[in-house]
């Protein structure tokens, strides 16, 4: 577990963070309306606090690649 942290010195990256998620939720079928709302709701909070963005690192390897043997498990 390794969240992103961007505080109010980072506003820019936070708004654009923002934009990024509403424009995502759009393209998924959530209402245009109701993705905006969502956008200038979190906006307004920008600047008070932190935002935290929990996620989760995953690295995946397709079959055949030619790492077979290298983890020692072979």
Excluded: C, F, T, Y
């Excluded at 109010?8 to 708004?15: C, E, K, N, T, Y």
């Amino acid at each position: 577990d390794s969240p992103w942290r961007i505080g109010p010195d980072q506003a820019a990256l936070g708004s654009a963070l923002l934009e990024g998620i509403a424009a995502a939720a759009a393209e998924a079928g959530i209402a245009a309306d109701e993705a905006a709302r969502w956008l200038a709701a979190r906006r307004g909070l920008l600047g008070q606090g932190r935002m935290e963005i929990g996620h989760l690192d995953l690295l995946a390897v397709p079959a055949g690649d030619g790492m077979e043997g290298q983890d020692g498990d072979d």
